[in-house]
Every structure is written in structure tokens, then in C-alpha cells.
Nanobody, 128 residues
Framework: QVQLSESGGGSVQAGGSLRLSCEAS????????MGWFRQAPGKEREGVAN????????FYADSVQGRFTISQDNAKRTVYLQMSALKPEDTGLYYC?????????????????????WGQGTQVTVSS
């Protein structure tokens, strides 16, 4: 089992920045995929970015490309999401997720069912 714990959410004005962190504990997997999803009230969960822990390949949703950066510190078993130029439509509950098994691809972002482990979420609110 893997436990995921997010932190770093908060409220910010449009154009501002936030950095989210996700620390993993429990069973270790150096080849899996970790990612960030978000869910706004009344909307489906949306994949934001993911990263392959072994190869450092990174993928982004079109809506955040060029504004968000996903990174990792394997020694700390932590994945980060640096969010810049935030917009009100970025508002939502942001979840960290991890797969069980090797590999990672942009297609994983559109298939929440592929992800085995989820954090509790951290709220991001962007005001105009």
C-alpha cells in the first residue's frame, strides 16, 4: 500500500502562484507514475500533470501546459506541482495520485481508473 499526503493549497489572486507537494509513504515503487488531478464543484475529476518516476518523463493537460510544472525528488519520495499564472478556472480540489506498476503516458491523465492510490486532496482557490 502507498499513502499520499498533499500540502500547499490555498487562496490566491489570478496571476499568482502556488506550489503543491505530495509525499508518498509505505510501499516503494521506483517505476510507477505519479500525477495530479483536480475537481471543481459539479465537474468531473480532470488530469492535470503526471510524471514517470523512473524516467522523469512529464506530461500535461492542454489547459495547464506552459503554466504548471510537475517535478519530483525521489530521495524524499515527493512530487511537486508548481502552478503559475493561475486563473479562476484552476480553482478546485487537487489530488495527488499514484499508479501500481511500471510506465507512464499522457493517456493516463484521462483515465482516473488506472490510478490505484489517491491522497485526500488540497484546495486551491483562485479569485479574479
Amino acid at each position: 500500500q502507498v499513502q499520499l499526503s498533499e500540502s500547499g493549497g490555498g487562496s490566491v489572486q489570478a496571476g499568482g502562484s502556488l506550489r503543491l507537494s505530495c509525499e508518498a509513504s509505505g510501499e516503494s515503487d521506483q517505476n510507477n507514475c505519479m500525477g495530479w488531478f483536480r475537481q471543481a464543484p459539479g465537474k468531473e475529476r480532470e488530469g492535470v500533470a503526471n510524471i514517470w518516476r523512473a524516467g522523469d518523463d512529464r506530461f500535461y493537460a492542454d489547459s495547464v501546459q506552459g503554466r504548471f510544472t510537475i517535478s519530483q525528488d525521489n530521495a524524499k519520495r515527493t512530487v511537486y506541482l508548481q502552478m503559475s499564472a493561475l486563473k479562476p478556472e484552476d480553482t478546485g480540489l487537487y489530488y495527488c495520485a499514484a499508479t501500481r506498476g511500471s510506465g507512464c503516458s499522457p493517456g493516463f491523465l484521462s483515465r482516473p481508473s488506472l490510478w490505484s492510490y489517491w491522497g485526500q486532496g488540497t484546495q486551491v482557490t483562485v479569485s479574479s
